[in-house]
């Protein structure tokens, strides 16, 4: 049973270039949400998405978007990347029916670095 | 909005020892739930342990056991019986009712010598 897959592992993009990354969700889940983690701190929500739609959505500037396909799996895309969207960002899935466990399955990550 | 602190950046203990990770959390709301979670250098991030708020009943898996003061609004975890392979950062997080987001703390470095 393949868990949550992210890619890319690494990736590294310049000041004012557009980055997308993209995740997989653990088979049978359909609910994906995505945080950043920047070094040394802990991870930050930035939105999440099922039913193909943002759901609910952390503090973070319209820069960061994000979709959602009928496979449930998702992108997250950051436009005008700014030195300090340098960070590793997590995907996370759950089932709606697994809301009140509150339990998620992690990817890996994508590490970025904005220079 | 819901905060969590994590007041001990860094750890350490024996092997084979025991040791007690701190966090504490504010909000407003009546049933939640708490996690810890663990981060190895791989940087995947694996639940190790849940809480509900109303649930009294303090939760254990195996050698991690948590002590859940809900008035004080403390989540402390323990470790028992160190291995190395615990060598991790951990993060308490919340989650509301409705289940949509987890607020993480800072994180704690927990170091295990041999």
């Known amino acids: 049973d393949a868990g949550v897959t992210q890619s890319p592992t690494h990736l590294i993009k310049t000041r004012g270039q557009q980055v997308t990354l993209r995740c997989s969700p653990k088979s049978g889940h359909d609910t994906v949400s995505w945080y950043q983690q920047a070094l040394g701190q802990g991870p930050q929500f930035i939105f999440q998405?099922?039913?193909?739609?943002?759901?609910q959505r952390g503090n973070f500037p319209d820069r960061f978007s994000g979709h959602q396909y009928p496979n449930y799996s998702s992108e997250l895309n950051v436009n005008a990347l700014l030195l300090g969207d340098s960070a590793l960002y997590l995907c996370?899935?759950?089932?709606?029916?697994?809301?009140?466990?509150?339990?998620?399955?992690f990817g890996e990550g994508s590490r970025l670095t904005v220079l | 909005a819901q905060t969590v602190t994590q007041s001990q950046p860094e750890m350490s203990v024996q092997e084979a020892e025991t040791v007690t990770l701190s966090c504490t959390y504010d909000t407003s709301e009546s049933n939640y739930y708490l996690f810890w979670y663990k981060q190895p250098p791989s940087r995947q991030m694996i639940l190790v342990i849940r809480q509900e708020a109303y649930k009294q009943q303090n939760a254990t898996e195996n050698r991690f056991s948590v002590n859940f003061q809900k008035a004080a609004k403390s989540f402390s975890l323990k470790i028992s019986d160190s291995q190395l392979g615990d060598t991790a950062m951990y993060f308490c997080?919340?989650?509301?009712?409705?289940?949509?987001?987890?607020?993480f703390g800072g994180g704690t470095r927990l170091m295990v010598k041999p």
């Open positions: 997080a919340f989650m509301n009712n409705a289940g949509n987001m987890l607020t």
């Open positions: 996370a899935s759950s089932h709606r029916q697994s809301f009140s466990t509150g339990e998620l399955f």
């Open positions: 998405y099922y039913e193909e739609e943002e759901r």
